[in-house]
């Protein structure tokens, strides 16, 4: 099961179409340069192979569509840079910003590794061969000062094709990514009219007022503020949960709390998530226990920002209980402390987290930010993840790779068989993940595992 490279390049934009201000700095706003120390994004899809599909043809087309998309999201062929101020009277500081200019561009590699989609696909936890279809394994957003922001890896399977990005998560968040990666697969369909898109990025920088474009880092060496985290030896397990399975969870949650389809399907599937993880776990009753919810703030900020807006506009929702409430409640109360802190997420509460980060400014360290008690459910099953074909039809799965990967983080896809179904990425230590399989709670509402 040993992966090959077979080669690598690196792709530029058309040049032809580059707009005049990819030859300007492109600076980070107080909603990306926190991300710097977490990993890069790394999400991929798995196809079946097409017969008699010309490989060395089919990776041209791949490269000249992505050449294409980087006209509209040029900022992902550049490099960070760093700028070291010296004020007068003043430590010195660092701004960092985004090099569209002195950079190769999005690096794209050609592997290959003889196993089978069903090799990938049946073994009950995902196989960690699949951290091996990414690029830039355990590199944090920092390093795409030497790496490049993109890497796109295209693994060919004996009877499959893999293609995995790892996406600097300091220029964009998961909105950001899926808009490239949707934009991508679009062009790749109708090469021929690669100029108008259905979804165009909003390239431009938000910054409070008063504030940017550069943002100055009261830091002088990246120890200050870089860190590398190693994940534990986890299990990593997805889960399905059908349309109907998730319909019946919701008016559960509903019943048992006495609102009338208030709580969402939603906040009633990591209800149950939260719940079961923390009986899995075994925690002390008087252990309090909190579950994250990654939450888009693009309409959140005044004015608004476009739905497309091009960057990290994310916060996580907070949700908090001690483990024998939790656990020993209903779902509908579990569900309501997640809708109270979903609906109990203002604009002013979030502008206020950005001043206060403008007058401390700090990196996200994974290692501290997430307790062996916590959960976070991260990831959308609202992006348009299997609408990506590349000319192979419908994806037969949806993977990840290493990057941002704990006990107790779940990420949420949309289900392979649409119509409103779900998969969640489950990692938890192996004890852990023991017990929630032996949950009759937890997996009475599961349709299956994929």
């Known amino acids: 099961m040993e992966l090959r490279q077979v080669s690598e390049c690196f792709v530029k934009p058309e040049l032809e179409w580059l707009p005049q201000e990819s030859k300007q700095s492109y600076h980070l706003s107080p909603l990306d340069l ?30 000249n569509s992505l050449s294409a998309a980087l006209v509209h999201f040029y ?71 030497s790496m490049p922001l993109l890497s796109v890896q295209v693994t060919e399977l004996l009877d499959g094709v893999f293609i995995g990005c790892s996406f600097n998560h300091a220029i964009g968040d998961g909105t950001s990514y899926w808009n490239f990666f949707n934009t991508w697969s679009d062009i790749f ?57 998730i319909a019946k969870l919701k008016a559960k949650a509903n019943a048992e709390y006495g609102t009338k389809g208030t709580i969402s399907s939603f906040q009633s599937l990591s209800a149950l998530v939260w719940q079961s993880i923390t009986r899995a776990r075994r925690i002390p009753e008087e252990q309090r226990t909190i579950c994250m919810l990654a939450a888009n703030n693009r ?19 907070k949700a908090d209980a001690e483990a024998g409430e939790l656990v020993g409640k209903d779902l509908g109360w579990a569900a309501w402390k997640l809708h109270d802190a979903v609906v109990n997420n203002p604009s002013k509460k979030f502008s206020e987290s950005v001043e206060q980060w403008l007058q401390s400014p700090y990196t996200v360290q994974t290692s501290r930010l997430f ?43 949309p289900g392979h068989e649409g119509g409103g179904s779900v998969d969640l990425e ?25």
Request: glycine share 6%; net charge neutral.
């Open 189 to 245: 369909q109708s090469p021929s009219n690669h100029t108008s898109i259905s979804r165009p990025p909003v390239l431009e920088r938000w910054f409070p007022d008063g504030y940017g474009p550069i943002i100055d880092l009261p830091f002088t060496h990246p120890d200050q503020f870089i860190s590398r985290y190693e994940a534990p030896q986890l299990r990593e397990r997805v889960f399905y949960f059908s349309a109907e399975s």
């Open 371 to 413: 307790d062996p008690n916590s959960v976070m459910i991260g990831s959308s099953p609202r992006f348009n993840k299997y609408g990506n074909e590349f000319g192979m039809g419908k994806a037969v799965a949806l993977r990840s790779g290493y990057a941002n990967k704990f006990d107790g983080k779940v990420s949420s896809y």
């Open 75 to 145: 900022p992902l062929s550049g490099r960070l840079s760093t700028i070291t101020n010296h004020h007068h009277h003043l430590q010195p500081s660092i701004s960092i910003y985004v090099d569209c200019v002195n950079s190769p561009g999005a690096k794209f590699i050609h592997a290959a590794i003889d196993i089978t989609i069903s090799d990938v696909l049946s073994p009950v936890d995902v196989p960690s061969v699949v951290h091996s279809f990414f690029d830039h394994h355990k590199a944090v957003n920092y390093d795409g000062h």
């Open 426 to 450: 489950i990692c938890l230590l192996p004890q852990n993940m023991a017990n929630l399989e032996s949950d009759f709670e937890f997996m009475n509402v599961v349709s299956s595992s994929t």
């Open 299 to 317: 309409a959140k900020l005044e004015p608004s920002l476009s739905g497309n807006y091009f960057g990290n506009v994310v916060t996580a929702l």
């Open 34 to 63: 926190p991300m710097l120390s977490t990993h890069y994004i790394q999400k991929g899809l798995l196809f079946h192979k097409p017969p008699q599909t010309s490989i060395p043809n089919f990776l041209q087309r791949l490269k």
